[in-house]
């Protein structure tokens, strides 16, 4: 029965590149000279610290430039509240979505039922498996859901005929 998974995974490699080339730029930069401003990377979570919300902003905006030359899509990117720390320094965590959450999976499940599609769909951990009779369907509903979901970056894989 052909098959395949939506999934919504960030190549974390090309992520690590693009924080450690801006880095590499905050380092460089001359309005950066003689500030905390520093960006780390520690499993799925970048911390951005800088002095303030300023600065902050100029760094992230680094980093989507960074991410794009990469090929890596910004949408991954889950980004968090401006945190206080010690003395003036501010810091903000951005998240890396990696998985679908089940409420966005049940969300693309009820858009494929309300379709009319003869396909089916099951939650599977961070995935979504599609199976239908046809292949026809199946491209049908990969081009639904590209279209009404756009505020995640989803792929396809393990198509199966």
């Known amino acids: ?7 919504c995974e960030a190549n974390l490699v090309e992520v690590k590149n693009a924080v450690d080339n801006t880095a590499k730029e905050i380092a460089t930069r001359f309005d950066f000279k003689g500030t905390p401003a520093a960006i780390e990377i520690k499993d799925k979570e970048i911390t951005l610290i800088g002095d303030a919300d300023f600065q902050l902003s100029q760094i ?14 910004v949408r991954f990117l889950d980004k968090g509240n401006v945190q206080k720390m010690g003395g003036d320094k501010v810091k903000i965590v951005i998240k890396v979505r990696n998985g679908i959450e089940t409420e966005m999976s049940k969300k693309i499940q009820r858009l494929l039922k309300d379709s009319k599609l003869k396909v089916q769909s099951a939650i599977q951990e961070s995935k979504l498996r599609v199976t239908g009779a046809k292949r026809d369907d199946l491209q049908a509903a990969m081009a639904l859901i590209r279209k009404d979901i756009t505020d995640m970056p989803l792929s396809f894989d393990n198509f199966r005929d």
């Open 1 to 7: 029965m052909p098959s395949f998974d939506t999934v």
């Open 60 to 73: 992230e905006d680094i980093l989507r430039n960074k991410l794009t030359k990469r090929s890596v899509d």
